[in-house]
Structures are given as C-alpha cells and as structure tokens.
C-alpha cells in the first residue's frame, strides 16, 4: 500500500448509552444486536458529533459501522451526513456475543469467571471470546487496508463500534500484548480514539485507555501508541 495514501485520522467511536446500560436484564427480553439508545445515549452522540466535526476538519468521511441498532443510532445522531461519503455497515465490527437471549443471572457468574480466568480468551457459553472478537478485527483490517488503495479513499475514517471491540482493534493495529490488553478498561459511551498519522506515516493515539491494574507495565512498544 503507498504511505500516501493512509488516511490521516482513523477515529473510533463507543455507541452511546443504550437502554442495556441501564438496566442488563434487558437482553432477557430483547436481542443485543436490537436494544436501542436511551435519550441520554442520543444527547451523547450528538455531542460527539460536534467533536469529531473539529476533529475531521469538516473534510470527507468513510464510515464503518456496527449493524447493531444502537451504533446505528449513534452514527445517526453525529449528524456527520454531509461529510459522510460511504456509510458501510461491517458485521465483523459488533460486539462480543455473549449469548442469544440471555439470563442474566448466569452472565453474571461467567462475568466472575472471566475476570480470574482473562478477558481475551474466556469463552462465553453460547458466545465468543475476546480472542475470537480479535480474529474477525483482523479481518475486517485487511479489508480497511484494501479500501485505503481505492482512487477516491478519504483522508477521514470512522469506526462506530463497541468498547471491547475498540480496544482489540487497537491492541491489532498497535500488536499490544494479551497482558496489556487485560489491563485497559473500556471507554465510556460516545467516547472516541483517535489515530494520527504522523510524519513516518505511522499512527498514534490522541490520548491512551484507562487502566483498572498496575500489575502489568506496559512495554517500550506499547507506551508508544499514543502522543
């Protein structure tokens, strides 16, 4: 791939609130893929939207979106249309499946289970892993590097996703290891990431992921991610 032709922001983006936030036993009710934002949830990409206008320098956008409804949602309300040349909706962008509907009283003892067992390779029953979120990231990469190639690729990209899935398209992009991916929380709703390209056409982070540990420090690669 020519180094001139890598778009100059790649910025991600967490759905806002939605109604599961709220209240988790929702998914007993209603698919994952159909729970949709909360009022709040909407206020919150609009805010965002606002943001990322100033970010993008109101130039062209390519946008990949999750298919579920609340990052649908979210795109929406960023109001970003008129610079949003192509909108493609990417499946390989959704977030962990967890189960179909769910009980909750058994995601919650599987989210304990994860916690001593490691986020990125507990598998949820019925659902994936992290590991496995990782693989369809890498994935969809290959594809995103493709697109970079076409004549009319903007200078803009915008992923509207999920916080886990953000962070494992980070932790691919950056090649940061499991035991530092175990350490980053996830970011809050309609909160974004940045990636600039630099002057090597390398990228790095506007700001990094929180932390919830010290026990791991991360190493001279992964503290370079971000500016």
């Given amino acids: 791939m020519g180094l001139s032709k890598r778009p100059v922001r790649i910025a991600l983006i967490r759905h806002g609130e939605s109604e599961a936030n709220l209240d988790k036993s929702i998914y007993e009710r209603v698919p994952d893929h159909s729970v949709a ?15 990322l206008r100033k970010v993008f320098d ?9 298919p579920y409804l609340r990052t649908l949602q979210t795109l929406k309300g960023l109001e970003l249309d008129d610079l949003i040349g192509i909108a493609r909706e990417e499946p390989r962008l959704r977030e962990q499946d967890w189960a179909n ?6 995601i919650e003892r599987q989210e304990r289970l994860r916690d001593s067992y ?6 949820f029953t019925h659902g994936e892993s992290g590991s496995d979120v990782y693989d369809r990231v890498s994935s969809f990469l290959e594809t995103m590097h493709r697109d970079f190639e076409q004549a009319d690729a903007p200078r803009n990209v915008l992923l509207v996703s999920h916080g886990l899935t953000m962070r494992l398209f980070c932790m691919r992009w ?7 991916f175990e350490t980053l929380r996830n970011p809050a709703n309609a909160e974004t990431r ?3 390209r630099q002057p090597d ?3 790095k982070l506007d700001r990094p992921f929180e932390h919830w540990t010290t026990a791991y420090q991360p190493n001279e690669r992964e503290q370079a991610a971000w500016l």
């Fill in 37 to 51: 934002l909360t009022a709040h949830g909407w206020e919150q990409a609009a805010r965002a939207g606002q943001e």
């Fill in 58 to 66: 109101n130039e062209p956008i390519r946008v990949y979106v999750s």
């Fill in 101 to 106: 509907f769910q009980d909750t009283e058994d």
């Fill in 118 to 123: 490691g986020h990125f390779f507990y598998r």
């Fill in 174 to 180: 950056f090649h940061w290891s499991v035991k530092y």
């Fill in 194 to 196: 940045v990636l600039l």
């Fill in 201 to 203: 056409y390398r990228y």
